[in-house]
């Protein structure tokens, strides 16, 4: 499938980590200023310093978590396309639920059910939607010809008294 042929699996891991670092700081920034803007006393200062305040100390943070998160997803993501030879959809939900159990461990067994059920579920949604959107896009691209094909050479025209190789 085309959706699969990402990078090779090493520098995958990295990239991912990289992407959800970034994912989780921004929406996490984004998330951190309004919270410190209505938490923050009145006053349009206060307000802002609140706000700046919130998000360089909680920015960062979410962003390492989605790091974490994201790492962890991929090593799993690649060590299962590693050991059953092929990239399919399974390998993405199955890492879902597999990093939202390792990640839920210090928590205890019913945690763990629970965190990777979430995962896988919405790994499942997440990887549904991917094949739906794909499927809607080639539905939408025609596959035979758009225009009217155009006319090919005209053909020689006859010489006026029939073919002239006779009369030689």
């Known amino acids: 499938m ?7 699996c090493p520098w995958r891991i990295v990239d991912d980590c990289g992407g ?10 984004i998330f951190q200023a309004v919270k410190g803007f209505r938490n923050a006393p009145s006053g349009m200062s206060h307000r802002m310093r ?9 920015a960062p943070q979410l962003g390492g978590s989605f790091a974490v998160w994201g790492g962890l997803f991929s090593m799993i993501d690649c060590g299962l ?3 059953r030879g092929k990239e399919d959809p399974w390998n993405s939900i199955t890492s879902g639920a597999m990093t939202g159990a390792i990640l839920a461990a210090r928590n205890g067994p019913v945690a763990m059910v629970g965190s990777a059920a979430m995962g896988g579920i919405l790994l499942a949604l997440i990887e549904g939607a991917g094949i739906l959107l794909t499927r809607f896009a080639s539905s939408q691209i025609p596959t035979g010809p758009q225009f009217a094909e155009e006319p090919g050479p005209a053909p020689m025209p006859s010489p006026p008294f029939g073919d002239y190789r006779q009369y030689q």
């Open 81 to 83: 396309v590693k050991v």
């Open 20 to 29: 959800a670092f970034t994912m989780g700081a921004i929406g996490g920034g």
């Open 50 to 58: 609140g706000s700046l305040t919130a998000i360089k100390t909680r």
């Open 2 to 8: 085309e959706e699969y042929a990402r990078e090779p």
